[in-house]
């Protein structure tokens, strides 16, 4: 089993940016795909970012490419999403996941709880 916990969550100015981290604990990430997910309020869960296992490959979201950055450091069983030029509709509660797959939009094993992300106008 993989525990993840998300931080660096919070409220910030439109144009603003944020780091989120998600630490895991109960096995290495190392081997694992990881991406970070969010959910708008009304709205269902969508892809934001994935990494593989050691890094060489990423994804993104449409919405998000350009301004968002997704990395890992396996030594410290950590990944973390650099948010940078963020707008209002980047508001929404942004989960942490991994993945035994090796598809980085295909489905995740385990989740985070969520940190809470606001972006004011």
């Known amino acids: 089993q993989v525990q993840l916990v998300e931080s660096g969550g919070g409220l910030v100015q439109a144009g603003g940016s944020l780091r989120l981290s998600c630490a895991a604990s109960?096995?290495?990430?190392?081997?694992?795909?990881m991406g970070w997910f969010r959910q708008a309020p009304g709205k269902e869960r969508e892809f934001v970012a994935g990494?593989?296992?050691?890094?060489?490959?990423?994804n993104y979201a449409d919405s998000v490419k350009g301004r968002f950055t997704i990395s890992r450091d396996n030594a410290k069983d950590s990944l973390y999403l650099q948010m940078n030029s963020l707008k209002p509709e980047d508001t929404a509660v942004y989960y942490c996941?991994?993945?035994?797959?090796?598809?980085?939009?295909?489905?995740?094993?385990?989740w985070g709880q969520g940190t809470l992300v606001t972006v004011s106008s």
């Open positions: 990494i593989s296992s050691l890094g060489f490959r990423t």
């Open positions: 109960g096995r290495t990430i190392s081997r694992h795909t």
């Open positions: 996941a991994a993945s035994v797959a090796v598809n980085l939009r295909g489905s995740y094993d385990y």
